[in-house]
């Protein structure tokens, strides 16, 4: 098995994702060096849950719509986030708006800073319990990890990459995507952060 | 710990469940001996989704409802199957009705056959695909068992037990149960057959 990340032969995993899900956390600040471990590379794939619950009829997150699997989930995350040593608060707004930061995700996707610039923006929402959806708030992320953040902002909301995040969130539909974290190996779909090992098992398995 | 079924002080789980829900299917396969590795007892606990679901103003099962996530959930349950060696065949009809063999289990759930009835019910609907909903059908496992069948069956619709299930369902949505499995440890609701664990390591921690 090959450490190359330019070796089309190595496994890959692509992570779908929002940051406003909850469950895309657990995901997001594990899958790197799960993955690591299993020689599988990482594609981070954003995509905006949104749209997907409205073509079902829903007006917002099913954990807001039905109130005692809400008050279910956040018990959950609780006991998840302990037993995976990630820290947690209860975000006061949910879902937090978050369609800059995930343009920027979508616009450079394959960029080497995704993976941190993404633990950042989910570290914010359920750690921190910080908004993060505005020009401000994403610039300095980008600041903080070097980069150039006017440029970096400004590119996003080019001709060229304005409708990455868009056209990620038509391709999650027509993939049949319902719901986040969802990960593609080998062609076959898995939902959902209790799903990861068994995705990155069976992209392992195809060396 | 102690092995005494008649000691209050050994830990205890209560697991909810349905034979039309195929998530169940595999906690109610497995759930006996992974309890009993921990010391634990289990407390079968047979309740019906339906009147759930309708309270949400669902008609049927999401995954009947949801065409993507229906179709994901099918590919899942292969997949899980395997992972836990548990046999496998789409049922030709979903949720398959079975009300009567649910209220012979919500009338009998104390008795030392209910596990072992629970999971023939489990394995006609999701490894043979077998109807089991008849009087026929019912008695025919129930004598299978060594049971005088008739005696259980008009037991099971008598005054004094025709409306366990019909409790138990009410029981389930007062308590905040919104799909199946559920498992109560300690006090604490845990979803899914992917908390199985969780709940049993839950359980087994209070000793």
């Not at 994702?17 to 590379?41: C, P, T």
């Not at 995700?105 to 800073?113: I, Q, S």
Request: with cysteine; glycine share 6%; charged share 20%.
């Amino acid at each position: 098995m090959s450490n190359n990340i330019t070796d089309h032969t190595q496994p890959s995993i692509e992570f779908w994702f929002e940051f406003g899900s909850n469950y895309s956390y657990l995901s997001a600040m594990r899958i790197e060096a799960a993955a690591a471990r299993q020689g599988v590379v990482v594609r981070w794939r954003p995509f905006l849950l949104g749209p997907i619950f409205q073509s079902f009829g829903w007006s917002n997150s099913p954990f807001v719509l039905q109130k005692a699997k809400g008050a279910y989930v956040w018990k959950d995350m609780e006991r998840q986030c302990e037993k995976y040593d990630i820290p947690w608060r209860m975000p006061a707004v949910f879902p937090r708006p978050a369609t800059l930061p995930m343009k920027v995700a979508a616009a450079f996707a394959e960029d080497p800073w995704i993976g941190r610039y993404c633990r950042i923006f989910m570290t914010k929402n359920f750690a921190l319990d910080e908004d993060i959806n505005t020009w401000e708030q994403v610039g300095e992320v980008l600041a903080g990890l070097g980069l150039d953040a006017p440029v970096v902002l400004e590119a996003a909301c080019s001709d060229a990459r304005k409708n990455c995040l868009r056209e990620a969130t038509a391709e999650a539909q027509a993939r049949g995507i319902f719901g986040a974290p969802t990960f593609f190996a080998r062609g076959e779909m898995f939902w959902g952060n209790d799903r990861l090992d068994d995705a990155l098992a069976f992209a392992a398995a195809n060396q």
